[in-house]
């Protein structure tokens, strides 16, 4: 048989060395492999949709009890016990069963009720359940016109606002979005001085920060590109954010459909009130938008905290170091035998 022509002899040669070294970490590209591969994969993807599973906390609207940030070794990784509430198709909002509900004070995982919402994802404290009225006075939660006090230590952390105001990394974030897009805004008199200062401010930094993804930067990053703006600029973020911003009308006012939670609904709040987008602007969460409840930060190490107690338990340590010790013994026990197989033949 001639040989292949020489223009095609390299095509090859890089063909079946990416085979070769795609199974380093795949095994042999065999049926048995790939029906092994299909376990895993559709045993991970059950045990993070249905059973449990990690998130990170995307903003500081659970501060001080959340440490909210991107970066691995600051922001909070917590876990999420995802069977509590009954089981749901992975990655959707369809329950198949509903086998509990929050209690109050319990911190949850669930979907943002706005479809739009720059975080699909969120974490906040059940404080309103289904049927009760609720309302916020003077800090406190009150249902049914009682107070509802905190249970230590959350007394003497838990203070609830009727206002909202942008933190400091929130209010730079914003401006730098603004700059990203650089376009004028409606309803702003360029004229003046501090809409002037505002607009060159974006100007200036739309180079720097039109190709990155504003909603994804770190604090240290948003601190960076934000050094050397001027502080009448990010002022006029704020007055610019009291036209804009939700109106807050659940919990706040008296109506019943702001103030009474529905049936199969919960009202949630942010820890850190005064600068969270939580249930006073978007309203009531439906039980089928919740993913589970939050019972442990296991990330960063300093950080670690057990919310229920699940950890001291031999079904929750069974959990937690058990699959993980499962997954590592079955991978040895078939390496081994590969090994012995290949002994037994030659």
């Given at each position: 048989m001639a040989d292949a022509p020489p223009e095609q002899r390299p095509t090859t040669n890089a063909i079946d060395g990416l085979k070769r070294f795609l199974q380093v970490f795949t095994g042999p590209w065999t049926k048995r492999n790939l029906i092994s591969w299909v376990i895993l994969i559709t045993s991970v993807l059950f045990v993070k949709g249905c059973i449990i599973d990690q998130y990170t906390i995307p903003t500081g609207s659970m501060e001080p009890t959340l440490r909210g940030d991107p970066r691995f070794f600051r922001?909070?990784?917590?876990?999420?016990?995802?069977?509590?509430?009954?089981?749901?198709i992975p990655f959707t909002t369809y329950r198949l069963s509903k086998w509990s509900a929050p209690e109050r004070w319990d911190i949850v995982v669930f979907r943002a009720v706005d479809p739009e919402a720059a975080h699909p994802i969120l974490i906040k404290r059940v404080v309103g359940l289904p049927g009760e009225h609720v309302q916020i006075r003077d800090g406190n939660i009150e249902v049914a016109g009682q107070v509802v006090t905190p249970p230590p230590p959350l007394d003497n952390i838990l203070h609830y606002t009727d206002e909202f105001s942008l933190d400091v990394t929130e209010r730079k974030r914003q401006f730098l979005a603004l700059a990203h897009q650089n376009e004028p805004l409606p309803n702003l008199d360029r004229y003046r001085l501090e809409v002037h200062t505002l607009y060159n401010e974006m100007n200036r930094l739309h180079p720097e920060v039109q190709d990155k993804d504003i909603a994804s930067l770190s604090v240290a990053e948003i601190e960076a590109l934000c050094a050397d703006v001027h502080p009448v600029a990010l002022r006029t973020i704020d007055d610019l954010f009291a036209y804009v911003r939700p109106d807050m009308l659940?919990?706040?006012?008296?109506?019943?459909?702001?103030?009474?939670?529905?049936?199969?609904?919960?009202?949630?709040?942010?820890?850190?009130?005064?600068?969270?987008?939580?249930?006073?602007?978007?309203?009531?969460?439906?039980?089928?938008?919740?993913?589970?409840?939050?019972?442990?930060?296991?990330?960063?190490?300093?950080?670690?905290?057990?919310?229920?107690?699940?950890?001291?338990?031999?079904?929750?340590?069974g959990l937690l170091y058990g699959i993980p010790l499962v997954l590592i013994l079955l991978e040895l026990c078939l390496f081994t035998r590969d090994i012995l197989r290949k002994k037994a033949k030659v």
């Amino acid at each position: 048989m001639a040989d292949a022509p020489p223009e095609q002899r390299p095509t090859t040669n890089a063909i079946d060395g990416l085979k070769r070294f795609l199974q380093v970490f795949t095994g042999p590209w065999t049926k048995r492999n790939l029906i092994s591969w299909v376990i895993l994969i559709t045993s991970v993807l059950f045990v993070k949709g249905c059973i449990i599973d990690q998130y990170t906390i995307p903003t500081g609207s659970m501060e001080p009890t959340l440490r909210g940030d991107p970066r691995f070794f600051r922001g909070d990784r917590v876990l999420v016990n995802k069977w509590l509430y009954g089981p749901r198709i992975p990655f959707t909002t369809y329950r198949l069963s509903k086998w509990s509900a929050p209690e109050r004070w319990d911190i949850v995982v669930f979907r943002a009720v706005d479809p739009e919402a720059a975080h699909p994802i969120l974490i906040k404290r059940v404080v309103g359940l289904p049927g009760e009225h609720v309302q916020i006075r003077d800090g406190n939660i009150e249902v049914a016109g009682q107070v509802v006090t905190p249970p230590p230590p959350l007394d003497n952390i838990l203070h609830y606002t009727d206002e909202f105001s942008l933190d400091v990394t929130e209010r730079k974030r914003q401006f730098l979005a603004l700059a990203h897009q650089n376009e004028p805004l409606p309803n702003l008199d360029r004229y003046r001085l501090e809409v002037h200062t505002l607009y060159n401010e974006m100007n200036r930094l739309h180079p720097e920060v039109q190709d990155k993804d504003i909603a994804s930067l770190s604090v240290a990053e948003i601190e960076a590109l934000c050094a050397d703006v001027h502080p009448v600029a990010l002022r006029t973020i704020d007055d610019l954010f009291a036209y804009v911003r939700p109106d807050m009308l659940y919990g706040v006012r008296d109506e019943p459909e702001y103030a009474v939670v529905p049936e199969d609904h919960y009202f949630m709040l942010g820890d850190n009130s005064a600068h969270s987008l939580d249930g006073r602007m978007y309203g009531w969460v439906p039980h089928h938008h919740l993913y589970g409840r939050t019972f442990a930060v296991w990330w960063p190490w300093p950080r670690r905290q057990d919310f229920t107690g699940f950890s001291y338990t031999w079904w929750g340590r069974g959990l937690l170091y058990g699959i993980p010790l499962v997954l590592i013994l079955l991978e040895l026990c078939l390496f081994t035998r590969d090994i012995l197989r290949k002994k037994a033949k030659v």
